[in-house]
T-cell receptor, first 112, second 118 residues
Framework: DTGVSQNPRHKITKRGQNVTFRCDPI?????LYWYRQTLGQGPEFLTY????????KSRLLSDRFSAERPKGSFSTLEIQRTEQGDSAMYLC??????????FGPGTRLTVL | AQSVTQLGSHVSVSEGALVLLRCNYS??????LFWYVQYPNQGLQLLLK??????LVKGINGFEAEFKKSETSFHLTKPSAHMSDAAEYFC????????????????FGQGTILTVHP
């Protein structure tokens, strides 16, 4: 068990391009969460999965955002037609049976 | 709806002094409460959690927090600050299932940046 991992750690892109991030949760954790954190703010919930099912999406998740967890293991978060306002740290987390939510190191996105 | 308020966006202490970071929450159901620490350009590390057992919770790195239902507070303390404690700290609240299991979706406060002076 090496914890939650995320790739890439940093992504710089031009406005209008598509980006995709990957999250590998702790293997026995069924629930996986995506959060977004902008500068000077606490993380905000985006969406979560129970195994492969996406059970809730925040109103923050516009139509340009899509998340998948095809086999109930890793998850991807795609942002289409990126905008400068999408610049943020994107955090993935998984839920331990003790109730602890454990976070990955995050992917920092910069949209130029 | 749940919410978390962290009083003080910046706290500055001297090395060896008491650390007190304030957190008040609002929840319609008994909450799970958490404190996380974040170092620059890193993810969040769990410091401690309250899950309806003991009201005084001890965490890593000498931190502890006390759940006070009457005050809806969950303040984080450390008796003696160390230079390595300088970071940003987040208080968070989680929904619970009806059966008392954590739902896992967290609502965070705005964060408190702790500065430790030599």
């Amino acid at each position: 068990d090496t914890g939650v991992s995320q790739n890439p750690r940093h992504k710089i892109t031009k406005r209008g391009q598509n980006v995709t991030f990957r999250c590998d949760p702790i293997s026995e954790h069924n629930r996986l969460y995506w959060y977004r954190q902008t500068l000077g703010q606490g993380p905000e919930f985006l969406t979560y999965f129970q195994n492969e099912a996406q059970l809730e999406k925040s109103r923050l998740l516009s139509d340009r955002f899509s998340a998948e967890r095809p086999k109930g293991s890793f998850s991807t978060l795609e942002i289409q037609r990126t905008e400068q306002g999408d610049s943020a740290m994107y955090l993935c987390a998984s839920l331990h049976k003790s109730g602890e939510v454990l976070f990955g190191p995050g992917t920092r996105l910069t949209v130029l | 709806a749940q919410s978390v308020t962290q009083l003080g966006s910046h706290v500055s202490v001297s090395e060896g002094a008491l650390v007190l970071l304030r957190c008040n929450y609002s929840s319609s159901v008994p909450p799970y409460l958490f404190w996380y620490v974040q170092y620059p350009n890193q993810g969040l590390q769990l410091l401690l959690k309250y899950t309806s057992a003991a009201t005084l919770v001890k965490g890593i790195n000498g931190f502890e927090a006390e759940f006070k239902k009457s005050e809806t507070s969950f303040h984080l303390t450390k008796p003696s600050a160390h230079m390595s404690d300088a970071a940003e700290y987040f208080c968070a609240v989680s929904d619970l299932y009806a059966g008392g299991t954590s739902y896992g979706k967290l609502t965070f406060g705005q964060g408190t940046i702790l500065t430790v002076h030599p």
